[in-house]
């Protein structure tokens, strides 16, 4: 275990009442006052992950155009798609900031891409399981180690979230508040705010990428598809539901 993992206890129980005071409030506020709330409520660090998918650019955009004291944070899993990284530096120059970067732990890549295969990821989802611990998992909480609060980018209908996630969440295994200000949103009105404010979307959504993640495990979907079906295709939905009743709590976020 790293000695990055050195985050004092956030007193859960008292982030515990912070969050319901905020979800509370939350449907009467918009997104920015969302993100100021989170940010007059907490005094430590809160730090944003963004994938630079719609969502994450639009909330980049409140962020960066509200002046608020938030870090912005990537995981380079280093197999992000190539067009990513240009949408990277265009964002940090646009809006004068600058998204720190973690990535994979070198010794944790090596054994894994030693036992399982550069692409072994395909091989079963406990591989791609696996991938995911080493490349995301725990870069993220390297990420949030020091922080008290985590911004994302996740919206309620896009994908399956865990039991209480809300605009306003408690993260018990990073302990800390979580805030997903467009959770309620629909894609349609992140996609209206993105053209009224002249957000910059990353180019793959235009030739039907409804999410940004890695390049050999995101594609493009069809009309009607559900935006999940972007992500691990090749897994049979039975044997994902399978793999998640035999390991509960075990699944891995798809908002990467
Ligand atoms: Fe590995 Fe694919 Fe997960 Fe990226 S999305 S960490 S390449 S399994």
């Known amino acids: 275990m790293s000695t990055r993992h050195n985050k004092k206890d956030p007193q859960l129980e008292t982030s515990r009442y912070l969050v319901a005071r905020l979800e509370a409030e939350a449907p009467s506020r918009t997104p920015q006052e969302r993100l100021k709330a989170l940010r007059a409520a907490l005094a430590g660090s809160i730090v944003f992950t963004t994938g630079f998918g719609v969502e994450e650019q639009v909330i980049t955009h409140m962020v960066a155009s509200e002046g608020l004291d938030i870090e ?12 990513t990284y240009d949408v990277w530096a265009q964002t940090e120059a646009r809006y ?22 550069v692409n072994g990821f395909y091989g079963s989802i406990k591989a791609r399981k696996a991938c995911c ?39 018990e295994d990073h302990k800390l508040v979580q805030l997903s200000p467009l959770f309620d949103w629909t894609r349609a ?3 209206a705010f ?11 959504h235009a030739q039907g990428f409804a999410s940004i993640g890695c390049a050999p495990c995101t594609r493009a979907i069809s009309t009607g598809e559900p935006e ?22 075990a699944s891995h976020s798809r908002s990467n």
């Open 72 to 83: 912005f944070a990537a995981l380079d899993t280093g197999r992000l798609l190539p067009q």
């Open 96 to 117: 004068g900031i600058r998204i720190r970067p973690f990535f994979p732990q070198a010794d944790a890549l090596e054994d894994l891409v030693s036992a399982q295969g």
């Open 133 to 171: 611990a080493v490349r995301i998992a725990e870069p993220l909480s390297f990420a949030l180690a020091e922080a008290e609060g985590w911004l994302t980018g996740a919206r309620a209908d896009q994908a399956a979230h865990p039991k209480g996630h809300g605009v306003f969440s408690l993260d």
């Open 189 to 191: 009105q992140a996609l």
């Open 194 to 204: 993105a053209t009224a404010h002249d957000v910059w979307l990353h180019p793959l």
């Open 228 to 249: 999940r079906a972007g992500h691990w295709w090749w897994e049979d939905e039975a044997a994902q539901r399978s793999d998640r009743e035999a390991s509960p709590g």
